[in-house]
């Protein structure tokens, strides 16, 4: 007989035909009622036990965690809140738990604690809401650039280049740790490496996604990121997903469009696939609030927000623009800012970012035409000579959610800003290449996967949005 899941089961009309499944035991009460979940939807279902024609020692192992096999017709349900059930003729216990060592309990854990268990914390509710809207949104995530006409490239995990400048990286290194070998000058020799030289996991697939770009015309990247940034937030991790389109002969503007028109798409993908992940999230968000300050609590609900980000016109505004709006905010003149705003130049840190989007404009913001000095190498210099082309895209609640810009597509303006950065033209050669031979105009950006996901899930810890967090002195599991 065929395994149905227990979201198929809840979908059908009760028949009183015997069905058969598989799943893990979240509740057993009253050596009766089995709330059973396989993991294919938030919903348990509900089976009934005849305790009275089955043995007292296989009640017994019948325990929270345990996993079952259980075999008995489908009837319409006696109780609340569910429209079907399954009258249990035959039960096999597949695999034991142990109630007094399975560190799930039925009742609420703490995120913390569920960290430390990260191997168990999808048979949560909240764990498998979020892994489920995940994987959704991976999938909506391909879906809009497959229909777009885009290719999907995959860029190299292991490289050679930094692309982002900000030696943030990952050695990669086969080299004796104790006795590497040395050149002349007491430097570790890594042409005797397995590479041939420094090798480091990759910041960014952008570089070679240009490669791409300016040959198939239209190409993203969807892939694993690394950052050995020390920076222990709830916004951080060191290896981190990205997606990263980039475009042929698309300007600034038209990149904008692009992240716009692909925000909306997978958020509204989600909440015509998702609708009882995205409930239960926002039960638990409400819940959440109510222990709150009132000040902390959220103004809309979750769907409320994805909904406004939907309905909404991203506004967009120039550096320029927000640095003024900034400086002349309250809490920059009440001195509530960490950093204070006082000239044009400076970083945004994300209490500015996270003030325009939710205090100043309300909606998502795109800000655009940086200080080129605070930016990468690659992006495109404005007539101004001193901005360039990038834009960042801030959400509320989150704060970056989007890097991107136009490329510097001119062979000699590029050159000129490597050697004032001193990066070495012959570590980037190929990338200068694409400036000699049929340069043209481009522009991409990266999203980070998993504030997309924090920000559709309502998660407010970035560790709480992928399956094994990996961040500064933690790479359990
Ligand atoms: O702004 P970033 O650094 O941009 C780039 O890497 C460009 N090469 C992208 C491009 O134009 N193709 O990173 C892009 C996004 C950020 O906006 C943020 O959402 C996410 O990646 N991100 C991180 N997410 C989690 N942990 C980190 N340490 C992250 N660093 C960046
Ligand atoms: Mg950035």
Known sequence: MKISSVAELLQSTPDQMDVELKGWVRTFRANRFIALNDGSTINNIQCVVDFENTDESLLKRITTGAAIHV???LVESQGRGQSVEVLVKDIEILGDSDPETYPIQPKKHSFEFLRENAHLRTRTNTFSAVMRLRSSLAFAIHDYFIKNGYYYMHTPIITGSDAEGAGEMFRVTTLDDKNPPLTDGGEVDYSEDFFGKESNLTVSGQLEAETFALSLGKVYTFGPTFRAENSNTSRHLAE???IEPEVAFMDLAGNMDLAEDFLKYVLNYVMEHNPDDLDFLEQRQQQEDKTKPQAERNEMTLTEKLRFVIDNQFVRVTYTEAI??????????????NY?????????QSEHERFLVEKHFKRP????????DIKAFYMRLNEDGKTVRAMDILFPGIGEIVGGSQREERLEV????????????????WYLDLRRF???????????FERLVMFVTGMSNIRDVIPYPRTPQNAEF
């Open 340 to 348: 204070l705003i006082d000239s044009w130049g400076a970083d945004l």
């Open 414 to 429: 590029l050159k000129e800003k490597m050697s004032a950065l001193e990066i070495p033209e012959e570590e980037l050669w």
């Open 240 to 242: 981190f997903w990205m």
């Open 438 to 448: 049929g340069t043209a105009i481009h522009s991409g950006f990266g999203l980070g």
């Open 71 to 73: 075999k008995g017709p």
């Open 324 to 337: 003024d709006i900034l400086r002349n905010s309250k809490p920059n003149k009440k001195k509530k800012f």
């Open 365 to 372: 913001v795109i800000l655009f035409d940086y200080p080129a």
